[in-house]
T-cell receptor, first 114, second 115 residues
Framework: AQSVTQLDSHVSVSEGTPVLLRCNYS??????LFWYVQHPNKGLQLLLKYTSAATLVKGINGFEAEFKKSETSFHLTKPSAHMSDAAEYFCVVSDWEPARQLTFGSGTQLTVLP | DADVTQTPRNRITKTGKRIMLECSQT?????MYWYRQDPGLGLRLIYYSFDVKDINKGEISDGYSVSRQAQAKFSLSLESAIPNQTALYFCATSDGGQGSTDTQYFGPGTRLTVL
């Protein structure tokens, strides 16, 4: 069985400072890992994905995440927050079985302060 | 035009009513999914379909049914709506990519309120 734990339900940063959103996963197989972003009253947009290639994954809007198998972590980072980054972020794991279903974390709400 | 569309975008209904939420996609994907989102719970899978003849229950299928009318269309029905089905509902599609790269693409969501 697979599971995802997002360690912070809320993160608040000042504009221009680094962002760190933490995610730990549990998986029986070699998982795929994703980060999705949801802006207010919007659908989910794929930020980036890890699929067993490079462990450091670069996504859109300056975000990146590093897959660390030994720590079962897939933390999302950005060097400098922008006001437009304020949104809810979901860490997601997809295992080979059953049928590569997605399991979502509970989400981290990112607030960017001026 | 959006690749994955959902109708309606917002719906308010009463307990006991039958409701259908519709999803259409132009991505040409075989796989389609229905999720519901509740605050603090992330998204949970209701049903999924890997092709027109394949329907599978997800984590929370009780109280819901689905119909895959065509490759591009996947509908979710609440036969007798109840208040705890108030949620944001998302449709998603994927192409069942090679290896583990089965990326899902989401529609804009339908906000359903059951009074």
């Amino acid at each position: 069985a697979q599971s995802v734990t997002q360690l912070d339900s809320h993160v608040s940063v000042s504009e221009g400072t680094p962002v760190l959103l933490r995610c730990n996963y549990s998986s029986s197989y070699s998982p795929s890992l994703f980060w999705y972003v949801q802006h207010p009253n919007k659908g989910l947009q794929l930020l980036l994905k890890y699929t067993s290639a490079a462990t450091l994954v670069k996504g859109i809007n300056g975000f990146e995440a590093e897959f660390k198998k030994s720590e079962t972590s897939f933390h999302l980072t950005k060097p400098s927050a922008h006001m437009s980054d304020a949104a809810e972020y979901f860490c997601v794991v997809s295992d080979w079985e059953p049928a590569r279903q997605l399991t979502f974390g509970s989400g981290t709400q990112l607030t960017v302060l001026p | 035009d959006a690749d994955v569309t959902q109708t309606p975008r917002n719906r308010i209904t009463k307990t006991g009513k039958r409701i259908m939420l519709e999803c259409s996609q132009t991505k040409g994907h075989d796989r389609m999914y229905w999720y519901r989102q509740d605050p603090g719970l992330g998204l949970r899978l209701i049903y999924y379909s890997f092709d027109v003849k394949d329907i599978n229950k997800g984590e929370i299928s009780d109280g819901y049914s689905v119909s895959r009318q065509a490759q591009a269309k996947f509908s979710l029905s609440l036969e007798s709506a109840i208040p705890n089905q108030t949620a944001l509902y998302f449709c998603a599609t994927s192409d069942g990519g090679q290896g583990s790269t089965d990326t899902q693409y989401f529609g804009p969501g339908t906000r359903l309120t059951v009074l």
